[in-house]
């Protein structure tokens, strides 16, 4: 799934092609794609047609569209999924392959949601108050905490926060309600830069540390952001199709067998909630038991 790099790349190219826009058609030709809308495809079709787009936000890794006008305005929240593309296309232009949802420009450009996996989806939403004191966010979404780019983001309080989770540091790092943004690949990259092993147990952790692998984890996503986001696949491309190069610098995700490019110690691989975590046995001692986690 995309993370905090790979969307706000996404965001980015939106806000230069599509803000000031006005919605002039919409043609839904997968039901999925927006079976997150309570009112189904016609509905969501009605309610965007001849809607100005006033702004694309971002909190983490969650997109979406300002739209409307003084007296009728609703956010359009995006889910990207595993494999959901934004994507920018002049009208009457081939379409994409897994092409979900068209929406027409009055600038003579579609704006086309492209989804292989058909995990993602469009939906409209209200807006509700931020409970971290920032702008209105989509209803949807207000239980997801600020990024560390976000201008509400509280350092301090996030460690504090870490501090009182008796769970692995990774999961914690993880968990979209105490810091959002960072998936499985940032986390492990985050991790190996603050000398941190996942299964740490985060409230044995002291809160320098803490605020050290915060550190780790904007500084990484920032260099990320720098390059375009990670690609591995031609599943993320920012709305021109284009891939990120940010795997080239990669340090610890999918390094494993290779020599740690601090100590030379080989990377290795564990499974992690379905998933895998790299590190480096050297650098990132298990200083602490790992929680067990009950399956019951």
Known sequence: MPELPEVETVRHGLATHIVGRTITGVDVLHPRAVRR??????????????????????????????????????????????????????????????????????????????????????????????????????????????????????????????????????????????????????????????????????????ARKLGELIDAASAVMRSALDVGGTSFDALYVNVNGQSGYFERSLNAYGRAGQPCRRCGQIMRRDQFMNRSSYYCPRCQRKDSPAVRVSTA
């Open 37 to 206: 809308h309570e009112g189904g495809p016609v509905d969501l079709v009605g309610r965007l047609r001849g809607k100005e787009i006033t702004g694309v936000r971002r909190r983490g890794k969650y997109l979406w569209l300002d739209t409307g006008d003084r007296d009728d305005t609703a956010p359009v929240v995006v889910h990207l999924g595993m494999s959901g593309q934004m994507l920018i296309a002049t009208a009457g232009a081939p379409d994409h392959t897994h092409l979900r949802i068209r929406a027409g420009l009055d600038d003579g450009n579609e704006l086309r949601f492209v989804d292989q996996r058909t995990f993602g989806g469009w939906h409209v939403d209200e807006y509700a108050d931020d409970p971290a004191g920032g702008p209105d966010l989509p209803a949807s979404i207000v239980h997801i905490a600020p990024d560390p780019f976000d201008d509400s983001f509280d350092r301090a309080a996030v460690v504090a926060r870490m501090r009182t989770k008796h769970s692995e540091i990774k999961r914690v790092l993880l968990d979209q309600t105490v810091i959002s943004g960072v998936g499985n690949i940032y986390a492990d990259e985050a991790l190996w830069r603050a000398r941190l092993h996942g299964t740490r147990v985060a409230e044995n952790i002291s």
